[in-house]
């Protein structure tokens, strides 16, 4: 069974730097195909992709974040972080880790298909 | 970056309705499309991948279908636990994008 778990701080001053960790059960990152990537969603807007780590340490990044975003795994923690730099009252949301399974062969066939519950993280003076 | 628009944004429908929902890709993504249902206050739901691929545990009466680059996803009996957010998401090219939400409500 696939579980994966964000923390971190709920409350964060503007100018800080977030730290969310995803701590995941029932898969490994050094497995094949695998990932793990962060999506976020400010109150009552939609889903924004940020970043996402596959068990190669490939990493991608959404390009409107990625002076700002850094993404790591550790594999012998079973965790996966998410740093970001310089917050601002707009990255105001609930931040998602979602598992990624690939299902063919393309270089295209990645998906999220295992979700975290989520962590508010509000970013105020 | 992928333009993914859905609509209608929201709409009123009645339990055992058949609804549709549109989502039309900026440029070609091939099959590359996910379906996500979104209930308040908690996580997307993987429903369909690959344009019209059911995931596992996801009842029959969800459908997915693409003609170019305009994606469906159709509930053919709209049960009472359906009433939710429906997200489109391309996972063809970088950066990954999302549609703005389709919210189905209770008529």
């Known amino acids: 069974q696939i579980t994966l778990k964000e923390s971190g701080p709920t409350l964060v001053k503007p100018t800080q730097t977030l730290t969310l960790t995803c701590t995941f059960s029932?898969?490994?990152?050094?497995?094949?195909?695998?990932?793990v990537g962060w999506i976020r969603q400010p109150p009552g807007k939609a889903l924004e992709w940020l970043a996402l780590?596959?068990?190669?340490?490939?990493?991608r990044y959404s390009p409107s974040l990625m002076s700002r975003v850094t993404i790591t795994k550790d594999n012998s923690k079973n965790q996966v972080v998410l740093t970001m730099t310089n917050l601002d009252p707009v990255d105001t949301a609930t931040y998602y880790c979602?598992?990624?399974?690939?299902?063919?062969?393309?270089?295209?066939?990645?998906?999220?298909?295992?979700w975290g519950q989520g962590t508010l993280v509000t970013v105020s003076s | 970056a992928i333009l993914m628009t859905q609509s209608p944004s929201s709409f009123s429908s009645s339990t055992g309705d058949r609804v549709t929902i549109t989502c039309r890709a900026s440029?070609?993504?091939?099959?590359?499309l996910a379906w996500y249902q979104q209930k308040p206050g908690k996580a997307p739901k993987l429903l369909i991948y690959?344009?019209?691929t059911l995931q596992s545990g996801v009842p029959s009466r969800f459908s997915g279908s693409m003609s170019g680059t305009d994606f469906t996803l159709t509930i053919s009996c709209l049960q009472s636990e359906d009433f939710a957010t429906y997200y489109c998401?391309?996972?063809?090219?970088?950066?990954?994008?999302f549609g703005q939400g389709t919210k189905v409500e209770i008529k």
């Open positions: 780590i596959y068990w190669n340490d490939d990493k």
């Open positions: 998401q391309q996972y063809y090219s970088y950066p990954w994008t």
């Open positions: 440029q070609d993504i091939s099959s590359y």
């Open positions: 690959a344009a019209s």
């Open positions: 979602a598992h990624i399974s690939k299902y063919c062969t393309s270089d295209s066939c990645y998906y999220f298909d295992y």
């Open positions: 029932g898969f490994s990152l050094n497995s094949n195909g695998v990932g």
